[in-house]
């Protein structure tokens, strides 16, 4: 069974720091990885998909990365703002459902 | 714009009472569509999986007769918490696919008191 995991749970950072957030995974055999963002009280944001055969995706500050054999991925978080905080969440796809992390909460202050 | 929509974004209901979430594909025709739930401080969890025209796959744990999930058109979901208990306050987030990209609706708050 697909489990996903994120660490850290939390994170607290002070603006303008780089970050890396990790998402792992226990079974390689998936379609692709994505990564969300949830506010507080809100759905879900689509940050980045990586396909299963790409090795990472960036979108301005963002850039995450797939290593499938290692079963990890990576969300990197540059020159981090106020605004970026939010929870993250890594979830993977294998079929039509995802499988999602439970998150890492970041909070970036100004 | 949203392609996934669900309502409401926040319900409050008495504890006994029925619910219900709509879960609509605005530009596209789903013929599938999943349900999950989100505990504070958990991850999403899946629920079930939505069919048109047919009967939805609930994962193991789930109670099929609690949690009514109908899917009569193409474009509508529907998940009817019934009799619900304080313990069914919960994030509830729809989702549909089209291709190989997936969108979720903005969620739905249920607080039952």
């Known amino acids: 069974k697909q489990e996903v995991t994120q660490i850290p749970a939390a994170l607290s950072v002070p603006e303008g720091e780089n970050l890396v957030l990790n998402c792992s995974f226990t079974d390689s055999a998936i379609y692709n990885l994505q990564w969300f963002r949830q506010d507080p009280g809100k759905g879900l944001t689509s940050l980045l998909l990586i396909q299963s055969s790409q090795r990472e995706q960036t979108s301005g500050r963002l850039n995450a990365s797939l290593d499938k054999s290692s079963g990890r991925s990576t969300l990197y978080i540059a020159a981090s703002q106020p605004g970026d905080s939010a929870t993250y969440l890594c979830?993977?796809?294998?079929?039509?459902?995802?499988?999602f992390g439970k998150g890492t909460t970041l909070s970036v202050s100004s | 714009g949203a392609v996934v929509s669900q309502h409401p974004s926040r319900v409050i209901c008495k504890s006994g009472t029925s619910v219900k979430i709509e879960c609509r594909s605005l530009?596209?025709?789903?013929?599938?569509m999943f349900w999950y739930r989100q505990f504070p401080k958990q991850s999403l969890m899946l629920m079930a999986t939505s069919n048109e025209g047919s009967k939805a796959t609930y994962e193991q744990g789930v109670e099929k007769d609690k949690f009514l999930i109908n899917h009569a058109s193409l474009t509508l979901s529907t998940l009817t918490v019934t009799s619900a208990h304080p313990e069914d306050s919960s994030f509830y987030i729809c989702?549909?696919?089209?291709?190989?990209?997936?969108?979720f609706g903005e969620g739905s708050w249920l607080t039952v008191v």
């Open positions: 979830a993977v796809q294998a079929g039509t459902a995802l499988i």
């Open positions: 989702s549909a696919s089209t291709g190989n990209t997936i969108y």
């Open positions: 530009d596209f025709q789903a013929t599938t």
